[in-house]
Every structure is written in structure tokens, then in C-alpha cells.
């Protein structure tokens, strides 16, 4: 009948917390860098240090021009350009691992302050 109420029963077992799709994270056990994110953090250092010395050198006339040469598009040699100014503290601490354990490229070039002592205190790295 109209406006008489219903009520359906449907079986459902939840899924196991483990059992569901997706990403898992779970934080650094350790409070530094490990040597793969080290090693990624430098090669990125470097090579935007290098671009930015073909620029500054005539070697290369544009950013279009780095991308094509290594095979990237504008937009990943316009996010990793601001590497090559990063205080020498910071590169430092990633060198010799004692910078944090959360740091990363995406981290370092989402917004890095043009200050090198607001770097280091953004990032948590202790001025010697």
C-alpha cells in the first residue's frame, strides 16, 4: 500500500581493515634519512644546479630547452629549478643524513622560502 514502510534486509560482512585496497603508510621508525631518500634528495640538488649553471652560462637558452634535453616536461625542470638555492646547511644535513626523516623533493620544492636561516628553520635543520 501507498506510504506503508519496508524494510529490507541485506547480508553484509565489512571487510577486514587489512584486507581493503589502497596505501598503506606508516611513519619512519627512524628521525633521519635513509640512504635511497638521501641519494634521491642529492641527485635532484645536482641536477638542478646543473641546469641552472647551463643557464647562467649560455649553454642553454630556455627551461623548453632542459626538458627536452633530459627527456621531461617544462613543468618538472620549473619544480626542481629552486634546488640549486638551497642553503648549504640544509644540503648538508641531507648528505651526511641528519636531516629529518620526513624530507623529500616534493617537500623541499612545494614551497621553499628564498631565505636560507627560514630553509633551515622551515625544515627543522639546527644551525651549527
Do not use: C, Y
Not at 638521501?38 to 645536482?46: E, M, N, Q
Not at 644546479?49 to 634535453?69: Q, Y
Not at 629529518?100 to 644551525?127: D, N
Amino acid at each position: 500500500e501507498p506510504g506503508e514502510r519496508r524494510t529490507i534486509n541485506i547480508p553484509w560482512n565489512p571487510t577486514v581493515a587489512k584486507a581493503r585496497k589502497g596505501v598503506a603508510w606508516t611513519p619512519s621508525s627512524g628521525t633521519n634519512l635513509d640512504a635511497a631518500d638521501r641519494d634521491k634528495l642529492l641527485t635532484s640538488i645536482a641536477r638542478s644546479r646543473s641546469w641552472m649553471s647551463d643557464l647562467m652560462d649560455g649553454r642553454i637558452g630556455s627551461f623548453e630547452e632542459i626538458a627536452e634535453r633530459e627527456n621531461k616536461v617544462v613543468r618538472h625542470v620549473r619544480r626542481l629549478l629552486p634546488l640549486a638555492f638551497l642553503s648549504p646547511r640544509v644540503v648538508n644535513a641531507i648528505a651526511d643524513g641528519s636531516a629529518p626523516a620526513h624530507l623529500t623533493v616534493t617537500l623541499l620544492t612545494g614551497s621553499l622560502p628564498h631565505s636560507w636561516a627560514q630553509q633551515e628553520k622551515t625544515l627543522g635543520i639546527i644551525r651549527a
